[in-house]
């Protein structure tokens, strides 16, 4: 049942309002192609429930500057959302990044922590599902991200020993990133953001002059800023980390795969071992977020597995993973996020990222 008198902060807008205890339930017509609303106060409980499990909520957006949107009409129904949002600068790795994690918990990879999740959000789900799992499972690299994104990449249900909470995940252009126009929207998620993974590509041996090594991160800087005043936790994670196999302590934390529980020690050890690393290729700026936040944990990840080549074809070029989709420790950011936003309890979690 719907919760009264309960402040929610809508994932889209970044308003904050009272969750309203009302009967009308938005169901998206997929005929029509639009969002239509539907009293359930005349159908049995057992109806209504069904109907706003699977249905939309009108945001009120009290401040009045976005366009018309929608939100899970079971949204304010469970404890309190955790939002997440990847930051790194173009073509860093975001989308592989947060698409591998997605697929890894839909694969039940956080069962040993007693967590489970599932969509919340279904039509985006689905959405997220097709443009983004199933091509990368079919080894197709993903298009970069296209400007002007508001909206949330997914919001799913996190089912947890402490509770269950919308998890919520933002994912925009790297381009809109940094940008540092205030009035650009797409940033707008950094207002209701409960955690921050700063997404850092590690250098392709093959080019020279990325990004990655410059003396600045302009998406870390920008945002680190706009987050200034709050006591978020952060993850800056290395991606693209195949790429590091004569790196050994990169090479050895891959090749340990994924991890099953939560041990601050082992978190630590890594951590220490990303920001060494980080250090010695001239990558300073991207330590930003270390000095920045209270708790903040370094990881290695390889969303893919290798490098993306280009598929022979008569029309446009097309890239895909040759050896397959292959992620490695993906999920190792997300479970250090969930040990510190408190989502995964215990004296062990407690300690992770603490200085
Ligand atoms: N080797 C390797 N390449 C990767 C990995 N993840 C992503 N890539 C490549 O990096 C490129 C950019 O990845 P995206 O995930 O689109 O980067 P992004 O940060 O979302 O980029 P924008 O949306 O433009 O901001 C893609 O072409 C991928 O082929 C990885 O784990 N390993
Ligand atoms: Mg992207
Ligand atoms: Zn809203």
Redesign the pocket.
Known sequence: MTTSHRQVRCPVCADEFEWPDEPMVWLYNQAAGRYEAFDVSTVSSVKQADLRRGGYRKCPNPSGDMVEHFIPASYGDYGEPLVIG?V??????????L?SMVRQMHINGLASHGITVSALDFLRHRRFREQFITPLEQGG?????GTGMTEAADILLLRAPTGDRPLVFF?????D?VNPDARNRSTRFLLGVDAVIF?H?SE?PLETGQSSTASENRSFELAIERLRDRRIPAAIVV?????LRFVPPAERWLHGGDEHTVNAARIRAESRDVYAYLHHAGAGASLRPFEAFPRCTLHF????????VPVETDGPTR?H?PRGFR?SRVLEPLVSILAMTGAISGHEAEKVGMP
Do not use: I, M, N
């Not at 790194?88 to 990044?97: M, R, V």
């Not at 990840?301 to 993306?308: I, L, N």
């Open positions: 990847l790194g600068a173009p073509s860093s790795g975001k989308t592989h990044l698409t690299a993903l298009p970069g991200t994912d925009v252009a790297g381009e990133l997404v590509a392709d991606t693209k980390s195949d790429r990840t390889s969303a893919s597995g290798g490098d993306a890239w993973f992620p």
